[in-house]
């Protein structure tokens, strides 16, 4: 787990943090270190959404009302905030998802990856 | 390492972390999430064979820098010499709470109190005097001490005009309603809270402002 976001790409992925948050949210409501965990898994360990950058969106995206936090009950530890995606925020997710399509399309295309 | 020493240390390391930030319950509940975030991380290290030591300087070399996620969290931020802020602020509620307690004084006088009125203005008036005395006296004790402050005040001032409009309304209707029933109540009497209470949006309003505009408060060479 060391030095990951010093990795070529991760400044571009960091562009795609708040598609990254809203799609995990759009399968289902997560809390924080889940979202951190699921990234690192889901990347195969090459990416890590290190706490500021990750922490950061969720604030973002809450004040443009695009996800809601709320406590969990949990018995044993610390209280866990959850966070569920909004209708808005499936919206702009498709939104970003979409865009994300056509500028990879794009890329591939002038790159010459196609 | 027992689970309770780990908790206990990640406590003090994200309390670290803010450290000289303007507490609001915002922050407190951030804190209170990345100590549950950090416990868990290091649990799931420690559970995949990761020595203590190693899962918390992992954590700590991500936690970097927190500039971020507190800008994002207070709105933008400021630095200032908090104690000076404070002593302007009270000083200014110092004149304000003079012109105050002297019409208040002089409305006393001429509703049947005479100079019994002082014994009303004087501890009114003293109300003001000693906060901003106090002020005085820690702002020659730490004069340079700083601290970040959010520049977003609407949530605060909102709330102070909000309060002083209930406030207000309840007086006014309340001398209305019961100004003929009692001997007692047969003068307007409402404007006194409503100009008392007053003090808390202007005290906010003005600090608002100081904080925003006022040169003086910013620390050099930051």
Known sequence: ?114 | MTEKKIEESVHYFVRGLFRGIAETEKIAEQREELEAHINDRIADSMAQGISYEKAFSDVVASLGNLDELIDTITGTRKKIYVKKASLFMLTGGVIYGTIYMIATGIWFYFHSFGFSAVYIAIPGWLGYAIPALIAYIDYKRHPYTTAYVSLDFSEKIHASIAGWLIISIVCWIVNILFITTTSLLTVIWAWIPTAGIFTWPLMEAGYAWMVNHLKSLEPEGD
């Open chain 1, 1 to 114: 787990m060391k030095d990951k976001n010093d990795t070529i790409g991760s400044d571009i992925i960091r562009g795609h943090i708040d598609t990254i948050v809203l799609t995990l949210l759009a399968e289902k409501d997560r809390y924080g270190y889940e979202v951190y965990k699921e990234v690192l898994t889901r990347s195969e360990g090459a990416y890590e959404l290190k706490e500021p950058s990750l922490y950061s969106a969720f604030r973002r995206l809450e004040g443009q009302g695009y996800i809601r936090a709320y406590w969990g009950e949990e018995t044993q530890g610390g209280r866990r905030k959850y966070y569920a995606i909004t209708d808005t925020g499936r919206d702009y997710c498709a939104q970003l998802r979409a865009e994300w399509q056509v500028a990879k399309r794009i890329l591939d295309t002038i790159l010459g990856e196609n």
